[in-house]
């Protein structure tokens, strides 16, 4: 499975960015976001099982982020609306060939594909 990552860049607090993340190369169980920023561990963001099945998001991404799909493309989307200086990092796409118990969803060693990171850059 391939990922391609893609919607990254530079914004002002309180701007929107869309992610989007296509995959090919086989069918997808589960896909989710994560994000790195400079000396920091990656941390989760948002993930679904493909087919239904569970969603979860963190702490911080809930209420203003949303993860969504479109199964015709394959492609995955991070909706990001009111960002903050401290939401930038490099995001980065990740997926699974098979479904992700709805409680190991923001576990980033369950995922077995990840793509290269798209990077958010926000100014405040």
């Known amino acids: 499975v391939q990922l391609q990552a893609s919607g990254g860049g530079l914004v002002q607090a309180g701007d929107s960015l869309r992610l989007s993340c296509a995959a090919s190369?086989?069918?997808?169980?589960?896909m989710g976001w994560f994000r790195q920023a400079p000396g920091k561990e990656r941390e989760f963001v948002a993930a679904?099982?493909?087919?239904?099945?569970?969603?979860s998001y963190s702490d911080f991404s809930k209420g203003r982020f949303t993860i969504s799909r479109d199964n015709a493309k394959n492609t995955m989307y991070l909706q990001m609306n009111s960002l903050k200086p401290e939401d930038t990092a490099a995001y980065y796409c990740?997926?699974?060939?098979?479904?992700?118990?709805?409680?190991?969803?923001?576990?980033?060693?369950?995922?077995?594909?990840w793509g290269q990171g798209t990077q958010v850059t926000v100014s405040s």
């Open positions: 990740a997926a699974n060939r098979n479904r992700i118990a709805v409680g190991s969803l923001g576990n980033l060693r369950v995922f077995g594909y």
């Open positions: 190369g086989g069918s997808v169980g589960a």
């Open positions: 679904f099982n493909w087919s239904g099945g569970g969603t």
